[in-house]
């Protein structure tokens, strides 16, 4: 059968059909057409000494491959009271996972296997908790209830999270609207995964039982903007109290995402608040995209509850593929079946996301539910189609496939064949449904991939192995007496200074915020070059220098201070860094000669302008149409900076250059 559209045809056919714009085009009127519609669960780590539960050290890394012993679960699904199976279970058991635990004595006990009772909850913890809670606004609770919350993905021992529920419905402000939130509770950190690999996931356990917070937004926010900022303020509310771990994997995010018919599906994990607004934007276009699929094979299929697939064990010695993977099946002890799709033909091969069609929504469950590693399946539907159109006829034929049907090749382990077929109808089923329920795993270029089923909402039950602890009012008073000077107002200061976005997290996470401001207000000193000398040049030193033990932030003010007293031009408090951070006690002067700087007037600064001009014309570089002018200020800028303003000598350049070209 002639195909009428390639895959690639068919896969921009369809992401114009639905009305897909690339998210740096995307206006409102956009996300209204669609209904987006986000909310956000962020998490952060709070520092305390002991871990929530046991009074084991917290924030100690294994930073190497090092442990002391393994442990070995598997997970299995047991009967509710109301004799029902949570569905996450059953996908998880379906799995056959081997789940590895590799602990470290000094950071690990009994109680994170469930073979010890709980201590008492670490009352710091609470306290941080009861804290940061007041500055979002919340209700404190009267009584806190410890509860059971699921985890049912290997990530913690026991099966389960101990949380429990701190504040309730708060709010935040963002620059142009209040985002509700629904509660902040405090509870257990998980393990974190270092591989996945077929039937076997194996984490380290360092971080289990660290107690942290999550806060609960409403899903107020209408665009991805939005979505970035509500995260971005909420972890600036955490910092402001300096009682929160910073760092890579200190705060992680959830983000919840639906569209108009669609259904709430929760990205976890993003570690990054600026993959935030493009992942939010894929989402809900690819919720978008399902819809549509919905609504054409509707059309197709007149009762879908009848509709089956086929399939068929293959030899591959009947077919002549050209894939790697394809070819090495046999002598990889792996089966190979056919798979026949009624009414499919297009579909796999229509858009998603950026880069991905409706077929990879089928090759990721395999991968997650049937434990198959990629590739594990290809169909002339594919955007790079694995084999020729030749291959696939025949495919065709053995399976006598009809116009209008689609096929397909997989393959894995015998004994995950049976997952695999389940896996394939269940999911073209879904199809037929429109958005399953499901968290995904994020990655940096915006799109994402099946993680697992969503859990339900009878995921929490009561922890009969903790009372009830009542928060007392004058407690909540005390800790309300002594919030952080620090709040959303310094969010929206530094906002309408015009401050870089990426300088907030480094501000925010030393509680520079007080310094700054008294630098812009008390000072006179520009508010973006304060900013940008912390959290982007400062922070460079950092980084590559080792720090003395008598350095302050204030050092750094009060030299910029002591630099412009003299009349020199602020730029040269930058290559003084590196040598205030290891010799703080070096006065100015000394600084100063340290870098061999050197008073020159303007005019000395410029005498070589001419000069440059000439030599530049006769070497005759290639390059922009400022190349002149970048090439001169590439010359002069040693000798300028201190002296003069940078700013400044570019403009006497780019006038001695435009009046030389007249």
Sequence with gaps: MKRKTTPAQNYRNTMKSIGYVPRKKATQADYDRIGF??????????????????????????????YDAEVIRHMRPTLSELGEYDGTALMEFKTRKNIIYRIKNETTCTYEVDDTPPFPINRKAVDISIEIS???KLNIVGEIHITRKQYLDGSIPTGFQRTAIIGVEGAIGLKNKTVRLIQLSVEEDSCREISD??????????????PLIETVTYPDMVNPGEVAEACQVIRFLNRSTGKVRTGIGAARQDVNVSCRGGTRVEIKGVSRIKWIPELTHNEAFRQWALLHIREELNKRVSNPEQWQM???ELNPRLFSFRARALKGIRNAGMKLYGVKLPYFEGILSHFTQPGKVFADEISDRLKVVACIEKPNMCTNDSLNPMEPASVYGQLRDMLDAKPGDAVLFFWGPEDDIKTALETIEERC???????PNETRKSFEDGTTIFERVLPGADRMYPDTDSPPIPLLDEDIERLGSNLPTLNIDAYHTLKGWGIPEDTYTY????????????????????????????????????????????????????????VRARGLAREIVIPVLPLLYQH??????????????????????????????????SIRL???????????????????????????LKEKIAEAVANNHQ
């Design 37 to 66: 519609m986000s909310g956000l669960e962020v998490h952060q780590q709070l520092k305390t000494d002991e871990k929530l539960f046991c009074r084991c050290p917290a924030g100690i890394y294994q930073d190497d491959d090092s």
């Design 134 to 136: 007041l500055l979002k």
């Design 197 to 210: 690999v077929g039937h076997w996931r194996t984490y380290k356990t360092d971080r289990l039982g660290m």
């Design 310 to 312: 086929e399939a068929a």
């Design 429 to 435: 089923r879904m199809a037929f449904e429109g958005v």
């Design 507 to 562: 501000l925010f996470r030393n509680n520079l915020f007080p310094l700054l401001k008294k630098m812009v207000d008390d000072d006179g000193e520009d508010a973006v070059f304060a900013a940008t000398l912390f959290a982007h040049r400062l922070k460079f030193v950092e980084g590559h220098f080792e720090k003395a033990s008598g350095f302050r932030y204030e050092l750094v003010a009060d030299t910029l201070k002591e």
């Design 584 to 617: 703080p006690k070096m006065d100015v002067d000394s600084l100063l000669t340290s870098i061999g700087f050197m008073p020159l007037s303007e005019d000395e600064v410029l005498a070589d302008l001419s000069f440059l001009q000439q030599k530049f014309r």
């Design 622 to 648: 290639n390059g922009t149409e400022n190349a002149e002018t970048d090439w001169l200020m590439g010359q002069l800028r040693a000798r300028a900076l201190g002296n003069i303003p940078l700013r400044q």
